[in-house]
């Protein structure tokens, strides 16, 4: 069954609009361990809009005990600021991505030409080497596959919000098929294949059902807006069922 890791970004955005500490993160944390989830995502931006870097130790210190059970997965783009985040908290799986530290979200894949493969080689080596899985954002097109070999990489995330963009006009076909031959295709070449970006409890079971090999989705906006109507440990079991019942 693929593994649910719950992105609490969203929930630090909604921390960071007062100065009282609420919502804690370590309490939504913890519950979303104990509702099922078996990761714990987090993207310290340089501008810190939500997840702060002083956040990054208390969550790994909150799931210590059930780690390496459950992940922390710490997204961001491979700059020396992330690499000291992550040899601070050794995490086990860290997800990098291309956008510039401005960027709105991640919405882009690496292309891995050779100005990004000379950033991205050392950067994963490096995080190799404190034990993390290194994963590569990528957009749903196989012509990338062999190049994550090259630059030491362990697996793909792949892109997920061209599909959950045209699942909600319900033409959506075409983005399915593209996210399942590259999940086939990582598949093949030994990678682990993760998925994410805006998957809900509507799109995820068609897409989960067409990836058999899909080891992880990370979700958070989807899932927090979900449990402002279920409540949060509700949410993270109806999309752990969700991913249970599609595969």
Known sequence: MARLSVN???IALLRNSRRTGVPDLRAF?????DAGARGITVHPRPDERHIRRSDVPLLAETIAASRPQVEL???GYPDARLLQIAAEV????????PDAPDAFTSEEGWKLGPEQMALVQPAVAK??????????FIDPEPSVL???PLAGADGVEIYTGSYAEAFRSGTYDSWLDACAVTARAAAE???AV???HDLNLHNLPPLVSRLPSLAEASIGHELTADALVMGFAAAVSAYVKALAAAT
Do not use: F
């Not at 995080?127 to 590569?136: N, Y």
């Open 8 to 10: 609490l970004n969203k």
């Open 29 to 33: 944390a913890r519950t979303a361990v």
């Open 73 to 75: 997965n710490i997204e």
């Open 90 to 97: 050794r995490p086990e799986q860290c997800t990098l991505v």
């Open 127 to 136: 995080l190799k080497s404190l034990g993390a899985r290194v994963i590569l």
């Open 146 to 148: 062999d190049r994550i």
């Open 189 to 191: 070449r030994g990678l």
């Open 194 to 196: 993760n998925a994410g």
